[in-house]
């Protein structure tokens, strides 16, 4: 080991997501990572069991660094038609800002999701959750008319997914993307209020 630290999880997904930054998805394998980390790949063997967890954990991290603003955003206080507004520019914002960054690194991620779909559908279902409850608050405020708020999450997600989801990353850099979002937001609002 090249320090004295112990090797836990914690490290191996540091170093994982450093082999995919220098060298693409393709090199994030068990032996690499115990090279970068300066041990055997036994030892990174104790802590994962192959490559496709490796992987898989790796996308599970990322994924998750995403949610805490969006967690708040939906346990918050306020107007539940401001709240999933702010919640759906809040993903969008941190997925563009992903992008922008580390553009080599965010497309790596895309290409690793493919192999980690379960942890992908978890995601999925927990922002679908997320947006859910601010509907269900706005149905109670009066707000929203009284629908189905899993489904209704559901279809705000993939109606919006252009504009959040990475593998339309190449279109985030036109200009007109955000006033494409304001119609589209537009468009599914005047479905969800309550009618006066």
Not at 16 to 29: D, H, K, N, S, Y
Not at 136 to 165: M, Q
């Amino acid at each position: 080991m090249t320090d004295n630290a112990p090797l836990t999880r914690e490290r191996i997904l540091t170093a994982a997501e450093e082999v995919i930054r220098r060298f693409g998805p393709e090199r994030a394998t068990v032996v690499d990572v115990a090279r970068a980390l300066g041990v055997t790949h036994a030892a990174v063997y104790r802590h994962v069991a192959n490559k496709a967890e490796l992987r898989q954990l790796v996308v599970k991290q990322w994924m998750e660094t995403i949610m805490p603003p969006l967690r708040a955003i939906a346990a918050g206080r306020g107007s539940a038609p401001k709240r999933l507004r702010k919640f759906f520019d809040a993903l969008i914002a941190v997925k563009r800002r992903r992008s922008a960054e580390d553009p080599e690194l965010f497309a790596a991620y895309r290409t690793l999701a493919v192999d980690a779909a379960t942890v992908v559908a978890a995601h999925v279902d927990e922002l679908i959750a997320l947006s859910a409850a601010v509907i269900k608050d706005g149905i109670k405020e009066g707000a929203f008319r009284r629908v189905e708020p899993v489904g209704a999450a559901r279809a705000i997600l993939t109606a919006t997914s252009r504009f959040h989801h990475p593998a339309h990353a190449g279109e985030w850099g036109d200009a007109a993307v955000d006033a494409a979002f304001d119609e589209v937001w537009a468009i599914l609002m005047v479905g969800l209020r309550a009618r006066r």
